[in-house]
């Protein structure tokens, strides 16, 4: 349902997913969420389709939002899946940084790359670019 077209009950699904996965604090159970392929094919879709727009299946391309929710939920989970680190290598998050511009910067997309940033994701140019597009004011 986070793939559905309205944006609504992919934006609903993708905060529900969200609230389950911050249950992990409560019961400290982490291995389902590591060997979970759904939650794996949720982030690389995501990072496709912001990296490589072209490359993103037809459902996904619509609207990302629902997809970067969860991406931050597993970010904030208190041990993050292993697989993370290899859906957001250097190469990904360099491919999303050169699709976006100031103008089309979300909240939801800041909060990743905080989430990024906090767990040492990002390179020191990744984060000048993201300085320098903060700094720009869209037109």
Known sequence: MVFYNDLRVAKNCSLCLSMILGWEKLTKETKVLEESSWCRLIIEEMTVSLAAPALASQSFTNNQRP???KGIALMKLHKIPQWMRSVFDNSSISGILENLAASNLSS???ALFRELLKFNFLSTEQIATINQM???TPS
Do not use: F, K, T
Request: net charge negative; no cysteine; charged share 10%.
């Open 108 to 110: 939801e997309i800041l």
């Open 134 to 136: 903060l700094q720009i």
């Open 67 to 69: 997809a970067v929710l």
